[in-house]
């Protein structure tokens, strides 16, 4: 059973920068595991932020956040990150970090994942 914990959230003004980190245990995020960040306000759905799909080495962005954030993996494959500059008041919310095995690529933006972390706040100020 694969846990996953994130950290790194807080408050911060606005222009400036944040990383999360989202840890497995349990397991690990090798090959055919996805790996995305979602954020939710409250009263509204999770939204896709980004996505390392089947760590291909690639990773996927949703357009809101596209060259501002960056997602990255460490090398043992047991920690994920979301490098989150030039942040905005909009930004302001809970960062949750899924897992899954097998996604095909079309599906990684729905918010349907087996595992998930417990969220950690995120509050620009402006």
């Known amino acids: 059973q694969v846990q996953l914990v994130e950290s790194g959230g807080g408050l911060v003004q606005a222009g400036g920068s944040l990383r999360l980190s989202c840890a497995a245990s349990?397991?690990?995020?090798?090959?055919?595991?996805?790996v995305t960040w979602f954020r939710q306000t409250p009263g509204k759905e999770r939204e896709f932020v980004a996505a390392?799909?089947?760590?291909?080495?690639?990773?996927y962005y949703a357009d809101s956040v596209k060259g501002r954030f960056t997602m990255s993996r460490d090398n043992a494959k047991t920690t994920v990150y979301l490098q989150m500059n030039s942040l905005k008041p909009e930004d302001t919310a809970t960062y949750y970090c899924?897992?899954?095995?097998?996604?095909?690529?079309?599906?990684?933006?729905?918010?349907?994942?087996?595992?998930w972390g417990q969220g950690t706040q995120v509050t620009v100020s402006s």
């Open positions: 899924a897992a899954d095995r097998g996604r095909i690529l079309s599906s990684i933006r729905t918010a349907n994942y087996a595992y």
């Open positions: 349990g397991g690990t995020f090798s090959h055919p595991v996805t």
């Open positions: 390392s799909w089947r760590s291909s080495g690639t990773f």
